[in-house]
């Protein structure tokens, strides 16, 4: 059944009723254009598109409600067009020392359009531009940024949560939603940013920011089975080895199972597993399954997926790195604790020995908690490999091991695609020969640091900025327009090749 949508009203009027309040004689202060109004119907047209993606989306609507607080009593949620106003007022105020009458009649310009529906005539810019220095009109949108921002459940200041939300699971719409945030502050502040990670910086906004105690926490949605496990493993790109490992080892917990209640002794199965391959390879989606697939055999009693790494268990002091591993682990209990990039623990990075009663720490509580814990360890394979052997009590626990490989050039496009699809975009024949010459490229000169999937995210990040840039200025855009990339928006093959592999190729060097 469909959750009931919003309908939790905001604030109701469009500013463009305000003309009303204008003063005939007032002077008039040209601050934008009808060039600007068309823009930013544009781009306000192609948020409202990705909003009805994601208000269709009934488990990202369930995510995001849960960051906030509400207060109706009826049990309806906010929409997507609620959260992206809101995140925009935490943008938008980030910056009050630069803010305008251009960027103030932007930041109503979105309230009016994403909550009301409505866009601006650029034919009547000469009344909006006296619209946007009045004093009536300053008040009102005052009183869109009070009442428009929402409150999270953590009483954490500053958060957006659509950023959030998407994050939390990895969603590919993160990017589509990150390039809205790049152009709501270029149209505000005339801001521009090298990367994603500069735009988050200056949003303020980290990953880790939904991370408590070290740990991200993906919990198992109420309506899980065994059966749609399954199903998302086996739709997942690749991976072949990795799903007939899992399906055997399946057969072998569900025969232990039907032997104890036949009263029959059965092996020690252990669970605790080493994650071997390269980055970028799906490893930490399949802990995730994983997870859910030992509580519905009935070997964890919770199933969630915890995840860390070095920094999250070691501390910077005698005593403190116990104290850390140990409530990681109470939060894990009933669940699998995901350890990337584990091998660092044996790393003695500041002359302390921190890493070595991280490790002994989990170990005895390992053995504390064997019937409700299951902990796997994942990272580069000769590193993971050297960390195993490095410490009895290691080598005893992880004996079971998944070894993931690198993706082939088809599947590095099929992933690209994936992208592509869940963002609501389209890839042409010409540029998906382009993609194919790239992939191509990559995989034969990879190593073991290549970045798989994550070098693909940052491909298709790139894409999309480009096709940004390429049809911004265009005077007609439609849907086909705004979801369609081309070769033109495909980065040359060795451009990509210099930024995977973090070289570049100069004459005379």
Do not use: W
Request: aromatic residues 10%; hydrophobic residues 35%.
């Amino acid at each position: 059944m469909k959750n009931k949508r919003n309908p939790i009203s905001l604030l109701e009027d469009s500013f463009s009723s305000l003309k009303g309040y204008l003063d005939s004689d007032s002077a008039q202060k040209p601050v934008f254009t009808s060039a600007l109004i068309n823009e930013l119907e544009q781009e306000t047209k192609s948020v409202l598109s990705l909003c009805s993606t994601l208000n269709n989306d009934d488990n990202f609507i369930r995510t995001i409600n849960s960051f906030v607080k509400s207060d109706n009593d009826k049990g309806l949620l906010f929409k997507a067009e609620h959260f992206f106003i809101s995140d925009f007022i935490t943008a938008y105020q980030r910056n009050r020392e630069k803010q305008t009458d251009t960027s103030g009649f932007v930041m109503a310009y979105y309230y009016d359009a994403l909550r009301n529906n409505h866009f601006a005539d650029a034919n009547a810019v000469a009344t909006l531009n006296k619209l946007a220095i009045s004093d009536k009109f300053k008040e009102h949108l005052a009183h869109i940024q009070q009442s428009n921002i929402l409150t999270p459940t953590d009483d954490k200041q500053g958060r957006y949560f659509l950023l959030s939300a998407l994050s939390v699971n990895n969603d590919a719409r993160l990017t589509a939603v990150t390039q809205h945030f790049n152009l709501f502050l270029h149209f505000t502040y005339a801001l521009q940013f090298s990367d994603t990670s500069a735009l988050y910086s200056y949003l303020g906004f980290d990953k880790k920011e939904i991370v408590v105690a070290g740990k991200l926490e993906t919990p198992v949605p109420a309506d899980d089975t065994l059966e749609k496990v399954m199903e998302e493993l086996n739709g997942m790109v690749g991976l072949a080895n990795i799903k007939q490992d899992i399906a055997e080892l399946i057969n072998l917990l569900e025969i232990q199972k039907k032997r104890s209640n036949q009263g029959l002794k059965n092996i020690e199965v252990t669970l605790h597993t080493v994650f071997l391959g390269p980055p970028g390879t799906g490893k930490t989606s399949v802990a995730r399954l994983l997870s859910r697939i030992y509580k519905h055999l009935g070997f964890l009693s919770k199933g969630q997926l915890c995840e860390t790494d070095r920094e999250g268990m070691v501390a910077g002091y005698v005593g403190q790195t116990a104290t850390k591993v140990d409530k990681l682990v109470d939060e894990s209990i009933g669940g699998v604790l995901f350890i990337d990039e584990a091998y660092a623990l044996a790393n003695n990075f500041s002359g302390n020995d921190y890493g070595s009663e991280a490790i002994n720490t989990l170990l005895k509580r390992m053995e504390d908690n064997r019937d409700d814990l299951v902990v796997v360890v994942a990272g580069y394979t000769d590193p993971m490999k050297v960390f195993i052997e490095s410490n009895p009590g290691l080598r005893s626990r992880f004996n079971r091991s998944f070894h993931f490989e690198h993706f082939t050039p088809a599947e590095l496009l099929t992933i690209f695609e994936g992208m592509c699809s869940k963002s609501d975009f389209s890839v042409t024949a010409d540029a998906k020969e382009k993609l194919n010459d790239t992939f191509e490229l990559l995989y034969a000169k990879k190593d073991e640091g290549f970045g798989n999937a994550r070098v693909v995210r940052n491909l298709f990040e790139k894409c999309v900025q480009n096709q940004a840039n390429r049809i911004i200025k265009l005077t007609e855009i439609n849907q086909q327009v705004l979801k369609e990339l081309t070769e033109a928006d495909i980065p040359e093959p060795k451009d990509t090749e210099e930024q995977a592999f973090f070289s570049v190729s100069k004459e005379g060097e």
